[in-house]
């Protein structure tokens, strides 16, 4: 498959409340990137973590990496409704080139 | 900065006509640029790179001769869909790399909006 896996497919959360999605991918890979898509729109790029980093910090955004179990976690803290939207892992498949996962939509519920 | 357009947003076309979309980096000298399709409520697939100047690499199971890429300057690509049919409706999604230059992330892609098109 050309793709990695994540789950769960579907969140459905209160504002306020922590959204944690995960991911988990096949081969190696120098780094990963998580990317944000609101319904019908391009996607925007959320966070890259290297395969030497096991956690990176982007505001509300906290990115850890597995590389043993090949897997990585996105934390989103004290959600808003403005984070509904898609979201993606992408691993690298060559230089610049970039597969994505099969997302998940995380639904905050006012 | 790393702004990426594409044209047009949105397009109806009968069976059989031919559609042409294309991907502009509009702050940015894009050494590779991707194509993408995408389904309602799926991830993206990937359908090919092109790299300015030279012919774009499909991925397996993408017909070069119905998806016509063409990446004619460094801050233009285009997708051609070739006698569309109703199986060819879809989001096609272009993402530019600059490569390491001019300061940007070459390992980030920067995304167009987007464009949807219904083959009637």
């Known amino acids: 498959s050309q793709q990695g896996e994540e789950d769960p497919q579907a969140l459905s959360i209160q504002e306020g409340e922590n959204a944690t999605m995960n991911c988990s991918y096949k081969t190696s890979i120098n780094n990963l990137q998580w990317y944000r898509q609101n319904s019908g729109r391009g996607l925007v790029h959320l966070i890259l973590i290297r395969s030497n980093e096991r956690e990176k910090h982007s505001g509300r955004l906290r990115v850890t990496l597995d590389t043993s179990k090949k897997s990585s976690s996105l934390l989103i803290t004290a959600s808003r409704a403005a984070d509904t939207a898609s979201y993606f892992c992408a691993t690298e498949r060559g230089t610049y080139k970039y597969i994505f996962g099969t997302g998940t939509r995380l639904k905050v519920l006012a | 900065g790393a702004v990426v357009s594409q044209h047009p947003s949105w397009v109806i076309c009968k069976s059989g006509t031919s559609v042409k979309i294309e991907c502009r980096s509009l702050d940015f000298q894009a050494t590779t640029m991707f194509w993408y399709r995408q389904f309602p409520k799926q991830s993206l697939m990937l359908m090919a790179t092109s790299n300015e100047g030279s012919k774009a690499t499909y991925e397996q199971g993408v017909e070069k001769d119905k998806f016509l890429i063409n990446h004619a300057s460094l801050t233009l690509s285009t997708l051609t869909v070739t006698s569309a049919h109703p199986e060819d409706s879809s989001f096609y999604i272009c993402?530019?790399?600059?490569?390491?230059?001019?300061?940007?992330?070459?390992?980030?892609?920067?995304f167009g909006p987007g464009t949807r098109l219904l083959v009637l």
């Open positions: 993402s530019a790399s600059s490569g390491g230059r001019e300061g940007i992330s070459e390992e980030t892609q920067y």
